[in-house]
Nanobody
Framework: EVQLVESGGGLVQSGGSLRLSCAAS????????MSWVRQTPAKGLELVAA???????TYADSVKGRFTISRDNAKNTGYLQMNSLKSEDTAVYYC?????????????????WGQGTRVTVAS
């Protein structure tokens, strides 16, 4: 059974940083692409970052230059480093994966999701 467990969310001041982690199990993590998707009531779902199994990354314009996606295949863990946080980054952040080494820029293409971790940025 595929399991993704996010951690690292919390309350941070505007301009601060957080690092989210995604612990993966139940599949061969190193061959899957992965992504981070956030959800807000106002905007719905937004895929903010994705990474192929080979390490190629893509970012939404809204986070480019501030967020960094990475992965440690030895630990079966993905990460999202978030710097220069803004109030508009407040959301529930989900880790998602799919059985494809290439990533997609659509959250609809990721069938496996974690339970999410909440990030609140205070202005």
């Amino acid at each position: 059974e595929v399991q993704l467990v996010e951690s690292g969310g919390g309350l941070v001041q505007s301009g601060g940083s957080l690092r989210l982690s995604c612990a993966a199990s139940g599949f061969t993590f190193r061959v899957n692409s992965m992504s981070w998707v956030r959800q807000t009531p106002a905007k719905g779902l937004e895929l903010v970052a994705a990474m192929t199994s080979g390490g190629i990354t893509t970012y939404a314009d809204s986070v480019k230059g501030r967020f960094t996606i990475s992965r440690d295949n030895a630990k079966n863990t993905g990460y999202l480093q978030m710097n220069s946080l803004k109030s508009e980054d407040t959301a529930v952040y989900y880790c998602a994966t799919r059985d494809d080494p290439d990533c997609s820029d659509s959250e609809e293409d990721y069938p496996y999701w974690g339970q999410g971790t909440r990030v609140t940025v205070a202005s």
